[in-house]
């Protein structure tokens, strides 16, 4: 399943991204990276990604105000919020903001893996559903 998923990983750690990275390409995601929220944003606009594997704590725009932005901006994108520092509190806020899940670093890359496919499934229903009401709402407006 992995084949065309397009992955973005993001943490201000960089030799985490690129371990991560690497690990992820090797089990057939497309992978692109980020060091920080700004950064993040910018890809997310930019280039297709179907699921987000976000840094809870960074400086500048930590995990949650980027994660808000996010799904302000591409709601389907998936999120899955990872952190070294995970509180109840953050938790619940991710959750609450659409976060897809929320993992302790460090994650085992299979456990990592499986969330990605779950998420990317998520998005890919919802994006079947929309094409279908989008065709359904066509073929009435034209009296099908």
Do not use: C
Request: a negative charge; zero cysteines.
């Amino acid at each position: 399943m992995p084949d065309g998923v397009k992955v973005l990983v993001v943490d201000d750690e960089e030799p985490f991204v690129d371990a991560l990275a690497q690990r992820l390409e090797l089990r057939g995601f497309t992978v692109l990276t980020a060091f920080n929220g700004d950064a993040a944003l910018a890809v997310v606009q930019e280039k297709p990604v179907d699921v987000v594997v976000l840094d809870v704590l960074m400086p500048g725009k930590d995990g949650v105000e980027t994660l808000r932005e996010i799904k302000q901006n591409k709601p389907l994108v998936e999120v899955i919020m990872l952190t070294g520092h995970a509180t109840v509190e953050t938790a619940i806020e991710g959750m609450r903001l659409g976060a897809y899940d929320y993992l302790m670093k460090p994650t085992d890359t299979d456990d990592l893996v499986t969330k990605i496919n779950k998420a990317h499934g998520r998005k890919s229903d919802h994006e079947e559903r929309i094409r279908q009401a989008n065709i359904d709402n066509l073929l009435r407006t034209r009296g099908w």
